[in-house]
């Protein structure tokens, strides 16, 4: 079963909304998780790195402002999209890894799929 | 800075057929590992392999198996007795060893012909 869980699955919402994205580890505590961007036919782009009671780590290119991160658990991740606009329509994924297991693939979630009219 | 290149934008094979993914990458690390990903149209992120830089042995899961040429940077995947539900975006992916950052490629579509 899914290791990672994402809520919501879709958003579709107005300009000038702010958009909370949730990442939960259901059975391990993360202490770091990552958000990833992709758009349609592309890559994921890693944005930033959560780091549980600190602050986030952006990718260059990322505004901080606008993508605001909080993991304010071992098992929570989340990411707010501040004022939201259409450019910011995109997939965003996070994941997580298990602690002391170097040697193995993080877990993604499903991904939330946001639509800014 | 490491780098991933996936030069196959599109594949496609018939069914039960063989097909092979390409994918190197740049680094002037010595330890790091590589992996493939799998997602299909529901977008979900699907591990299919992976492999440690510091093991000669290829990895092997199944129908799919790579090819790893450590001083070359080349990692590819090939899918035996290809089935439709291998149809999907497949990404290569790089980590190094001190961090948990994946870099991905920018992916090759596989299309599967029955």
């Known amino acids: 079963g899914a290791v990672v869980s994402q809520h919501p699955s879709r958003v579709i919402c107005k300009s000038g909304t702010s958009v909370k994205i949730e990442c939960r580890s259901l059975?391990?505590?993360?202490?770091?998780m990552f958000w990833y961007r992709q758009f349609p036919k592309q890559s994921l782009m890693l944005m930033a790195t959560?780091?549980?009671?600190?602050?986030?780590?952006?990718e260059q290119g990322v505004e901080k402002d606008k993508f605001l991160i909080n993991h304010a658990s071992l098992t929570l991740s989340t990411l707010t999209v501040t004022s939201a606009h259409p450019e910011d329509s995109s997939f965003y994924i996070c994941s997580a890894r298990r602690p002391l297991t170097s040697n193995q693939p993080q877990h993604f979630g499903d991904g939330t799929r946001l639509s800014i009219l | 800075a490491q780098t991933v290149t996936q030069s196959q934008p599109e594949m496609s094979v018939q069914e039960a057929e063989t097909v092979t993914l390409s994918c190197t990458y740049d680094?002037?690390?010595?330890?790091?590992?590589l992996f493939w990903y799998k997602q299909p149209p529901s977008r979900q992120m699907i591990l299919v392999i992976r492999q440690e830089a510091y093991k000669q042995q290829n990895a092997t899961e199944n129908r799919f198996s790579v090819n790893f040429q450590k001083a070359a940077k080349s990692f590819s995947l090939k899918i035996s007795d290809s089935q439709l539900g291998d149809a999907a975006m497949y990404f290569c992916?790089?980590?190094?060893?001190?961090?948990?950052?994946?870099?991905f490629g920018t992916g090759t579509r596989l299309q599967v012909f029955p």
């Open positions: 680094t002037s690390e010595s330890d790091y590992y």
């Open positions: 959560s780091n549980e009671g600190s602050k986030a780590t952006y």
């Open positions: 059975d391990f505590q993360a202490t770091t």
């Open positions: 992916a790089y980590r190094y060893d001190n961090t948990d950052k994946l870099i």
